[in-house]
């Protein structure tokens, strides 16, 4: 239920915005990473990626919080997206690909740019495997695929051209910071119960 209320109020606020329009501007990175179609699946896999550590929580207080958690960094970047709404369709050079990405561009058209919400969620997602992973005690190799799925999934915005470096940074500053302070609580939480 709250994706579907959190992606009407995106596509609301991305199709009507209040206020102007800032084009992000592209870098000199921007412009070297060209469009690149073999990532499209990258760059869709987020939603697999972002799904394990909600499949993977152990138990229903865990699975509530993290979901608090992820649900008010996503509120925070909706209240971004309304305040300082963003762009990058006159920075991005030409965008192609037909199918899948005419489709991907009809729904999720470039604005809403800053921060990356992709980027976000997806360095978001990479903390709290990284952290259930060590609990676990799970293989080095299984932290290193999280790792590259991570940096892959942040890569792809660039090279389908939804997303700028200045996006990428902002998103991975948001996921960060979001990742990191919610990790911690949960992990203090956990620590008091016990």
């Known amino acids: 239920m709250f994706l579907?209320?959190?992606?009407?109020?995106?596509?609301?606020?991305?199709?009507?915005?209040?206020?102007?329009?800032?084009?992000?501007?592209?870098?000199?990175?921007?412009?070297?990473?060209?469009?690149?179609?073999?990532?499209?699946?990258?760059?869709l896999s987020l939603w697999v990626y972002t799904a394990l550590p909600v499949a993977l929580q152990p138990d229903l207080r865990q699975l509530v919080r993290y979901c608090a958690h992820i649900s008010a960094m996503c509120l925070l970047a909706l209240a971004v997206f309304f305040l300082w709404p963003t762009s990058v369709s006159d920075a991005v050079g030409p965008r192609g690909g037909g199918g899948l990405f005419a489709a991907m561009y009809a729904v999720d058209d470039a604005g809403n740019a800053c921060p990356s919400l992709h980027v976000a969620a997806s360095v978001f997602s990479f903390l709290w495997l990284r952290a259930m992973l060590a609990d676990v005690g799970a293989p080095r190799w299984l932290a290193l695929i999280n790792a590259c799925w991570c940096v892959g999934i942040c890569y792809s915005t660039l090279a389908t051209k939804q997303h700028l470096?200045?996006?990428?940074?902002?998103?991975?500053?948001?996921?960060?910071?979001?990742?990191?302070?919610?990790?911690?609580?949960?992990?203090?939480?956990?620590?008091r119960v016990q």
């Open 4 to 43: 579907i209320l959190f992606f009407r109020a995106y596509l609301a606020i991305q199709r009507n915005p209040v206020f102007e329009v800032m084009q992000i501007p592209a870098t000199a990175i921007d412009r070297w990473v060209g469009f690149q179609p073999w990532t499209l699946g990258l760059y």
């Open 165 to 191: 470096l200045i996006d990428v940074l902002a998103g991975a500053a948001l996921g960060l910071a979001g990742g990191w302070w919610t990790v911690r609580a949960s992990r203090s939480s956990k620590q």
